[in-house]
Structure formats: C-alpha cells, structure tokens
C-alpha cells in the first residue's frame, strides 16, 4: 500500500516536472520567435523611413572599462623641447615643480604645413616633435579657425573629447595655425597610467543604431556614416579618470520640408546602451 502511494507521488512529480519543463522549452521559443520578428520588423521600418546603416554587425564584442592618471607636466618637460618656449610661465617652482595638467606651448620659429597635404605634415609635426605624439591620431581639421586637432588613443581607439573646452580635455592637442597655414603654437593634454579593470559583453553595432531609430533620434532619410568604438569620461575635471567604452555614431541627413544638410553624432555607453552626449556639428569642418 505505501508503495503504490510511494509510486503515484514520484508519477505526480515527474508529470509536474515534464509540465513545467515543457512550458519553460515552448516559452522560451515564443521569445525568441517575437524578438526575430521584432528585429525583422525594426530594420524594416528603418529601411521603409530611408534609413542607412551600411553593413554593421550584430554581434556583441568584448570590452573592458578603463581607468587613467591625467598626465602632470613639469618645467622640466618643456625644456627638453627643442625651439619651443612655454606660452604662460609655470607657477613658482617648489620641491614638487607644481606641474600643470594643460600644456601650451609657442614655437620659436612657425611651423610650415604644406597645403596639399596639411593632414600627413601636422601627423608627422606631433609625432616627432610634441610629448608622447606618437600616442595621439588626428581627429579634425578646420580651415575657418585655423585649428587641427589630435585626440589620443587607446589600443588604436579614440578618446572622445569632443563637446569638452580646451580646460577640461584630457588626452587632446589642439595645433593653431595662422593665415600662412603655419603652426604658431599648441595645447596639450594627457593620460598616463591607463588600466583595464572591468571586462563588459558590449551592445552590437546594429543594436545601437536600432536604439536610437526606436527613441526617435534617427529621422527619416538618415545615413550612419560611421560607428566607431573608443572611450569617454563623464567627469574631465577628475584627476582620475574612469572612462567606458562607447560607441561613437556619427550622422549625416537633411532638415524636413528643406534642402538643408545636417550632421549630428551621439556617444553611446556600449555596457548599458545609454546616450551620454548628442552633438550637432557644424558641417563646414572637415572630419578625418
């Protein structure tokens, strides 16, 4: 008798088990089923709004959040320069040389840069003749104020200082040029220490751009130029800097009910997918 009690609950049990095993399976094909369609149906609509994306990948990458020291320049930085002066004298020197985090520097003679091929001429000026160039790539280009800027890198990716002024950048040289397309002086600012310390699965490529459609941000006949991963720091103004990976997605469309071109990008954190900076641009600079 207790054993045919026995063998009716372990019966009762595994049909619970076999039940609730089989609504797990059928759920879980239901989800995936919908979230094919609701993909499907996103790019979709994209393509139906006028939307280009180009080839983008669907797939997560591996990244990791990084920290960094801001870089402290001393006197004795400078004078290991050859034909430059400092711009403002450093503070008075005491036993730790009161270092500056912002270096801005006057060459003693102007720089020529070639008009054909200014980009390669200023790349090869701040490779062989700034602090550490060697760690910075050229970002912009802009005819209208005389400036170029280099951004420093990371692994071959940018540090994102865009939207940042020259007080608060951290890794940026800014060369200005007068009207004879020579380099007169610089600014300069740096991270030292960099250290990977967290290892992120990161939002694919396509999803970040399918965000940005879903919330509004992509108006229709847009194209994405670019998306490009680097970092960005919320806080400039620490000495220690955190910085996540972001994905950089740069814009190109046309005002509605006009002719007007417009070009906009947006800082995506690639951990969570969250927008850290929109910035519209002024088309008349030109982006490497």
Excluded: C
């Amino acid at each position: 008798m207790e054993w045919n009690k026995t063998k009716t609950i372990f019966i009762l049990a595994f049909l619970v088990l076999d039940i609730f095993l089989g609504f797990q399976y059928f759920e879980k094909r239901s989800t995936d089923h919908f979230a094919i369609i609701e993909k499907t149906d996103t790019l979709e609509e994209m393509k139906e709004d006028g939307i280009k994306y180009g080839n983008l990948s669907d797939e997560a990458k591996i990244g990791y959040r990084i920290t960094a020291e801001k870089k402290q320049y001393t006197k004795k930085d400078v004078d290991g320069l050859a034909d430059q002066k400092a711009k403002s004298t450093f503070p008075p020197k005491t036993d730790k040389d009161n270092p500056v985090t912002l270096l801005e520097m006057t060459f003693n003679k102007p720089v020529a840069l070639p008009k054909k091929d200014t980009k390669t001429a200023a790349t090869n000026l701040v490779n062989q003749r700034l602090l550490d160039g060697k760690n910075y790539k050229l970002w912009s280009m802009d005819e209208e104020t005389g400036k170029i800027v280099f951004f420093q890198t990371y692994k071959g990716k940018y540090i994102f200082q865009e939207g940042l002024d020259d007080t608060e950048t951290i890794g940026k040289i800014t060369l200005n040029l007068n009207d004879q397309n020579e380099v007169v002086s610089y600014q300069q600012s740096m991270v030292t220490s960099i250290n990977e310390v967290r290892k992120e699965t990161l939002v694919p490529a396509l999803e970040t751009v399918k965000d940005l459609y879903t919330q509004n941000m992509l108006s229709p006949y847009t194209t994405v130029k670019k998306v490009e991963l680097g970092y960005y720091t919320q806080y400039p103004g620490a000495s220690t800097q955190v910085m996540v990976p972001v994905w950089r997605v740069e814009l190109a469309g046309v005002v509605a009910g006009s002719k007007k071109k417009t070009e906009e990008e947006f800082l995506i954190n690639a951990i969570d997918g969250s927008t850290l900076d929109h910035i519209e641009k002024d088309d008349k600079s030109s982006m490497e």
